[in-house]
């Protein structure tokens, strides 16, 4: 009786036999696809080398692109480095040339949002992949959307996203929601709240009970941006969509303006709005409608770019308008 350790050896030796003649067919049926048969002799091992490493490199080439197109349908957030001039204590090099930062003071700059130190002459060098740093954002209020959302990991601030959840939870009836104003100090509580406590802020019932403070929280924090929701570059994008009788041409002007916005604001108004379209359809109690709401939110949302002011007054009124058609038509612009 054969013993187990024959057993195995005979087993392995089998199993090898079984690969050599897979590995033989796949040689044959390449070389038939290729009309490369060489007579009755097969051809030495060393002949499939280079096609195997040809067959490699086509393959990774196939993948790389289809990656670089699926990279393309991603949309990317650009965010800008926030570069200050800075005193640098000790010896520092440069992070984009890694040469030397002379000079005892203001030897370059440092981005306030992401700490990268560089030189003043290779800060329009640098590439626009900021990664903002949460120690270096010391508030939330009047903080940059798209370095908050960055440093914070999230879709959407979290002052947006909290004060929306907390107005739906118990204040989508409450009349005159938006229109009426909460008292100032208390908005200034909330304000310091979510800076120094960030999303650990309670603006629960508990902590607020009119929910106007919340609501007037919220649009300070919009009013507060540097860089508004619709972005200056592409406000005049929306104002001349506004401008538009046509309501296809209309719609379709506000998805090209719409497309022109960073992905942390794109995403932002699109909550924002389908929360607010949500407020309308309470009218009967909150009697808000799409009209009431956009005079609200119009000069919250955009503002004109460096116009001047009999521009920007005149704009006024296209700003509600801008709202307006966002707020009636949420469902099929975002």
């Known amino acids: 009786m054969p013993s187990r350790e024959s057993y195995e050896v005979h087993k392995e030796e089998k199993s090898l036999v079984q690969k050599a003649k897979r590995e033989a067919n796949q040689e044959d049926i390449l070389a038939a696809a290729l009309v490369m048969r060489m007579g009755p002799q097969k051809p030495p091992a060393t002949f499939w080398q280079p096609l195997k490493l040809f067959a490699y490199s086509q393959l990774t080439s196939l993948v790389r692109r289809a990656t670089l197109k699926e990279s393309e349908r991603t949309p990317k957030s650009e965010k800008v480095h926030n570069f200050k001039v800075h005193t640098f204590r000790g010896p520092h090099w440069c992070e984009h040339c890694a040469s030397f930062m002379w000079g005892l003071m203001a030897q370059g700059v440092k981005c306030a949002d992401c700490g990268l130190n560089v030189h003043k002459q290779c800060s329009s060098l640098v590439p626009n992949d900021c990664k903002p740093d949460l120690r270096h954002i010391r508030k939330v209020y009047s903080c940059d959307l798209t370095t908050l959302v960055r440093a914070h990991n999230t879709a959407r601030p979290m002052v947006v996203d909290m004060c929306i959840r907390e107005i739906e939870s118990r204040g989508l009836k409450s009349e005159g929601l938006y229109r009426i104003s909460g008292f100032s100090d208390s908005l200034e509580e909330v304000k310091m709240a979510f800076d120094k406590d960030g999303e650990k802020t309670d603006i629960s019932v508990n902590a607020y009970e009119d929910i106007n403070i919340i609501a007037g929280a919220l649009k300070l924090y919009l009013r507060d941006l540097p860089v508004p929701i619709i972005s200056y570059d592409a406000y005049p994008r929306f104002i001349e969509a506004a401008k538009l009788t046509d309501p296809e041409k209309k719609l379709e002007a506000f998805r090209e303006a719409l497309a022109l916005l960073p992905p942390s ?52 009124r296209y700003q509600r308008q801008v709202v307006e058609v966002l707020i009636k038509n949420e469902d099929a612009l975002f």
């Not at 699109?270 to 359809?281: E, F, G, I, P, W």
């Open 265 to 316: 604001h794109s995403e932002t108004l699109k909550y924002l709005m389908a929360h607010l379209k949500r407020v309308t359809q309470n009218e009967k109690f909150n009697l808000m409608n799409a009209e009431n709401l956009a005079i609200v939110f119009g000069p919250t949302l955009m503002r004109a770019p460096n116009l001047d002011a009999i521009t920007a007054l005149n704009d006024i």
